[in-house]
């Protein structure tokens, strides 16, 4: 059993995701942001930056911060959207890492100035809208010939959607980026993803049940 600590956020959906589409069972324990309950002395022995995501596995005692460490943790935990030959998982790493440095951090800076900075900065929005929007075509490119990032589906491929599917919130655009949102497309019609991207709900939703896949519950 894992215990997942999280918070609506598109690190928190991306273990989700990966969590539901390997069928771990795991249970769900909410980190109120808002309240600054990342910040407790608790939650810090598990994730000393006072970031979530982050996990505790129960079967071998080991806890983890850092979402793609997390997402390495599990595909090795369950044998799942990991190649195992040394090409193939060196080829999702580096397409993991991208993501890792290249679209949460940039993306995320658009939304801190267009959604939450206490005044407009036009140069800070223009600098990190144009640089997430040149990410985004650097996945497109990619995936002009190929189905998924790294040949195969993989943890990559959860990792960089759990950031494009809200390019909507960091107004970015995907106009014209058409290998792009067909691989969006084919990502968000998984079932795994479908439930993960719930997993907590957006504030607004509805709390979370037992859904299919992976057994969980909420505390």
């Known amino acids: 059993?894992?215990?997942?600590?999280?918070?609506?956020?598109?690190?928190?959906?991306?273990?989700?995701?990966?969590?539901?589409?390997?069928?771990?069972?795991?249970?769900?324990?909410?980190?109120?942001?808002?309240?600054?309950?990342?910040?407790?002395?608790?939650?810090?022995?598990?994730?000393?930056?006072?970031?979530?995501?982050?996990i505790h596995d129960q079967d071998t005692d080991i806890s983890i911060f850092e979402s793609g460490a997390i997402l390495l943790y599990l595909a090795e935990k369950s044998g799942k959207l990991m190649p195992v030959d040394t090409p193939g998982r060196y080829e999702v790493m580096q397409w993991l890492m991208f993501q890792m440095a290249g679209i949460g951090p940039m993306q995320g800076q658009a939304v801190a100035f267009i959604r939450y900075f206490p005044e407009e900065v036009p140069q800070a929005i223009s600098r990190y809208t144009n640089e997430t929007r040149r990410l985004y075509e650097v996945l497109d490119q990619?995936?002009?010939?190929?189905?998924?990032?790294?040949?195969?589906?993989?943890?990559?491929?959860?990792?960089?959607?759990?950031?494009?599917?809200?390019?909507?919130?960091?107004?970015?655009?995907?106009?014209?980026?058409?290998?792009?949102?067909?691989?969006?497309?084919?990502?968000?019609?998984?079932?795994?993803?479908?439930?993960?991207?719930?997993v907590p709900p957006s504030p607004g939703k509805a709390d979370l049940v037992k859904k299919g896949g992976a057994a969980i519950t909420t505390q």
């Open 1 to 54: 059993m894992i215990d997942f600590y999280s918070a609506p956020t598109p690190n928190g959906w991306k273990v989700s995701m990966a969590l539901e589409e390997m069928e771990i069972e795991y249970k769900l324990l909410l980190i109120d942001l808002g309240k600054g309950e990342q910040h407790h002395p608790d939650f810090l022995k598990l994730s000393p930056n006072g970031r979530i995501p982050a």
């Open 142 to 198: 990619q995936l002009s010939n190929k189905e998924y990032l790294a040949d195969r589906y993989s943890i990559a491929d959860i990792a960089n959607y759990s950031w494009l599917r809200s390019h909507k919130w960091a107004r970015v655009s995907v106009d014209g980026l058409d290998h792009l949102q067909r691989w969006m497309a084919l990502m968000a019609s998984k079932p795994g993803i479908q439930r993960g991207c719930n």
